[in-house]
C-alpha cells in the first residue's frame, strides 16, 4: 500500500523534468500552475473557516460573559454577604482571564488578512494553526465561564425569588403613598390644614426617590425594608388624616361638655358657703378650720379652668390637636379638683349631722367590722396569729378612746375626729382580713 501511494509522486518527479516547460507555458503565474494555486487556495480556505469558527466561539464566549455577569449582579443586588462577595471576586478572577483570551484572539485576527489575494500558503497555514490554538483558549475559557454559572445557581435562584418581591413591595408602597396623599387632599377639602401630616408625608419623598432608584443599585434586602416602612408610614398619615374629621368634632365635644361643667360648677359652688357658715354655727372649729379656704380655691379654680379651655378653643381652631387635647386634659383635672372641694364640704355637712343624730351608728358598724374580722383570725385556730391579733386589739382599744372622748366633751365634741379615729379602726379591720385571706389563698 505504501508503494502505490509513492509511485505517483514519484512518476510526477520525473515527469517535472520533462514537462516543466509544457506545465509553465500552459499554467503561468505563481505556485507551478493551476495545481500550485490550489494548493494555496485550500489552505487559505482552511485558514478562513478557523477564523470563522474562533469567531464563533467568541461570540459564545461573550454572551456567556454576558449572562454571568448579570448573574453575579443579581446575587450581589439580593444578597449582602459572604457568599455574594466571594461570588463577585471569582467572576473577576475568571473575567481577567477571559479579557487575556479575547486579547489573543484579537491578536490572532490582526496578525493576518486572510482575504488579501497575495497571501502566501505558509502564512495561512501560520494563521490557521493560530486561529485553532485561540479557539481553543476561548472553549477553555467559555467551560470555565458555564462552571462558575453552574455552581452559581442555587444562589442565583434565592436571589431571583428575592427580586422577585421587590416590584410588588415598591408598588405596594407607591400606593400606601396615593392613598396618604389622597386622604390628606379630601382633609384639606374639608377645610382642616393637617400640616403636621403634611410634613410627616413630606419626609416620605427622599425614601420614594431611593425605592425609584431600584435595587440594583440598593440592595434587594435595603429596598424590601424601605418599602416595608414607607407603606406603613404612609398608611399611618393615612389613617390619621381619616380620623382628623372625627378628632375635630370630638374635641368641639368635649370643649363644649367642659364649658358646660364650668357653668354647673358656678352652680355648685354657691352651695359651698351656706354649708360652711352652717358648719362654724353647730359644729366646733375642729370640725371644718380644714375647709375654710374652699371657696376661694373653687373660685380659683374655676377661673384657671376657665381660661385652659379658651386656649383649648383658640389651639381647635389653630387645628393644633395635641395643644387642644392637652389643654382640654388639664380644664377637666381642675374641674375635678373643684368638684372634689365642694362635695368635701358637703359630705362634711352630712357627716357631722348624722353622727351629731346618732353616735351608736357609727360605733356600732366598727365593731361590726372588728368582731367580724376577730371571727376570720380564730377560725380553725385555738389562739390567732400574732400578725393578726396585735392590729385587732390595737384597733379596739383605739375605738374605745374615741368613744370616751365623745361621751367626755360636753356640748362641742369634735366629730370630725371622733369620725376619723373610727374610719381608722375600719380600715385596720380591711387591712387584717385582706392579710388573713392571702395566708389562706397561699397555703391552697
Not at 351629731?356 to 385555738?382: V, Y
Request: net charge negative.
Amino acid at each position: 500500500m505504501a508503494e502505490a501511494l509513492v509511485l505517483p509522486l514519484v512518476v510526477a518527479g520525473a515527469l517535472g523534468a520533462a514537462g516543466a516547460s509544457a506545465f509553465g507555458s500552459a499554467g503561468g503565474g505563481r505556485g507551478g500552475g493551476w495545481w500550485g494555486r490550489r494548493g494555496g487556495e485550500g489552505v487559505r480556505a482552511d485558514a478562513r473557516a478557523a477564523r470563522d469558527a474562533a469567531q464563533q466561539a467568541f461570540y459564545e464566549l461573550d454572551s456567556t460573559q454576558r449572562e454571568v455577569r448579570l448573574a453575579v449582579e443579581t446575587v450581589r443586588a439580593a444578597e449582602d454577604g459572604a457568599a455574594a462577595r466571594q461570588a463577585a471576586a471569582d467572576f473577576a478572577a475568571i473575567s481577567g482571564r477571559v479579557d487575556q483570551v479575547t486579547v489573543n484572539y484579537l491578536a490572532a485576527l490582526d496578525a493576518h488578512d486572510l482575504d488579501a489575494e497575495e497571501l502566501e500558503s505558509g502564512a495561512a497555514a501560520r494563521a490557521r494553526h493560530q486561529l485553532e490554538d485561540v479557539k481553543g483558549q476561548l472553549g477553555q475559557a467559555l467551560a470555565e465561564l458555564n462552571g462558575f454559572l453552574q455552581r452559581l445557581q442555587p444562589s442565583l435562584q434565592h436571589a431571583e425569588s428575592q427580586l422577585m418581591r421587590v416590584t410588588p413591595a415598591v408598588e405596594q408602597a407607591k400606593r400606601a403613598l396615593l392613598a396618604a396623599t389622597t386622604a390628606l387632599e379630601s382633609v384639606r377639602g374639608a377645610g382642616l390644614k393637617a400640616d403636621d401630616l403634611a410634613a410627616r408625608l413630606a419626609e416620605l419623598a427622599p425614601e420614594l426617590g431611593r425605592l425609584n432608584e431600584g435595587a440594583g443599585r440598593h440592595g434587594v434586602a435595603a429596598t424590601l425594608r424601605r418599602a416595608e416602612q414607607v407603606k406603613e408610614r404612609a398608611d399611618a398619615i393615612a389613617a390619621d388624616a381619616s380620623h382628623l374629621p372625627e378628632r375635630a368634632r370630638e374635641i368641639d365635644r368635649r370643649v363644649a361638655s367642659l364649658r358646660t361643667r364650668i357653668q354647673a360648677l358656678e352652680t355648685k359652688a354657691a352651695t359651698v358657703e351656706p354649708a360652711l357658715s352652717e358648719l362654724r354655727r353647730r359644729f366646733s372649729t375642729a370640725c371644718w378650720q380644714d375647709l375654710q379656704r374652699v371657696p376661694d380655691q373653687v373660685a380659683e379654680t374655676g377661673r384657671a379652668a376657665e381660661q385652659k379651655l379658651t386656649e383649648a378653643a383658640r389651639a381647635r381652631d389653630e387645628q393644633r390637636w395635641a395643644d387642644a387635647t392637652g389643654a382640654i386634659g388639664t380644664v377637666r383635672a381642675l374641674l375635678d379638683t373643684a368638684d372634689g372641694s365642694v362635695v368635701a364640704v358637703n359630705e362634711r355637712l352630712r357627716q357631722l349631722n348624722e353622727v351629731q343624730h346618732d353616735p351608736n351608728r357609727e360605733i356600732e358598724r366598727t365593731r361590726f367590722a372588728l368582731r367580724d374580722a376577730q371571727r376570720l383570725a380564730m377560725a380553725g385556730r385555738q389562739a390567732p396569729d400574732p400578725r393578726h391579733a396585735g392590729p385587732l386589739d390595737a384597733a379596739v382599744g383605739r375605738l374605745d378612746r374615741a368613744v370616751a372622748e365623745l361621751e367626755a366633751a360636753g356640748r362641742h365634741p369634735d366629730y370630725w375626729h371622733f369620725l376619723t379615729e373610727l374610719a381608722g379602726v375600719r380600715e385596720t379591720a380591711a387591712k387584717v382580713v385582706e392579710l388573713i385571706r392571702g395566708d389562706i389563698g397561699g397555703h391552697r
